[in-house]
């Protein structure tokens, strides 16, 4: 199945952009006839056949539709500070979307060494993942953030904040509870400031830890995500 991105679906009749249209009719080489699958990124499945096979603007006609396809039973939210790197960034966003992610912040925290994202191209890599991995839920991706300003938002479900301490063992596998909604929050390459650490406690923030290995920041948010949707399997 190929899955294409219908943002603004209204009514039974849907023309792909221009984009979308190319993928479809000389990409794919679709026809009309042929049955297309879309999506709104707000959980509907939809079933539609082509009735205009034109390159530039294909269109299509609803047949059915799944609500709430393959929706997860908990909610995850990432809070992670951007990489120096933006490409790094960028795989992590692919990645998390591929995996399962229901929204995640951007956060510039003390030790924080980028303060710009071009959120368009965000925003495309988020769609492009989304349609690859066959879901139909888009990740919502807020604007950067301060940690400060974050911590205080209120979130009905787990909180955890992971960072570098040799001291701290308990694992997240072994603290989160299957079912649960999770904020997670990820620090910058050089981690959060123990001002921040404290902060976070302070707001009902549970301290753990990915594992033995030293992770970069991005690899953090895709063992925290990966945990999260491990746990949750059947």
Known sequence: MNLFFAPSLQGNLF?????????????????????????????????????????????????????????????LH??????????????????????????????FCHYSERTYMKASRLEKILISAMKQSLKTYLPKLHDPVSFSDFIHQPFNGQKYIAYCDPSENRLLKDLYSKGENALILIGPEGDFSNEEVAEAKNTGFIPISLGKSRLRTETAGIVACNTINFVNQD
């Not at 080489?29 to 530039?56: P, S």
């Not at 992670?80 to 912040?105: Q, S, Y």
């Open 78 to 107: 990432i809070a992670i500070a951007p990489t120096k790197n933006m490409g790094r960034f960028e795989w992590f966003l692919e990645k998390a979307t591929e995996i399962g992610v229901d929204e995640i912040t951007p956060l």
């Open 15 to 75: 023309t792909l952009n221009e984009e979308e249209s190319k993928h479809c009719i000389r990409v794919l080489r679709l026809k009309k006839g042929d049955l297309l699958h879309l999506t709104d990124g707000n959980g509907n499945l939809f079933e539609t056949t082509i009735v205009d096979d034109n390159t530039k603007r294909c269109s299509v006609e609803i047949i059915s539709v799944q609500k709430e396809y393959l929706k997860r039973d908990f909610y």
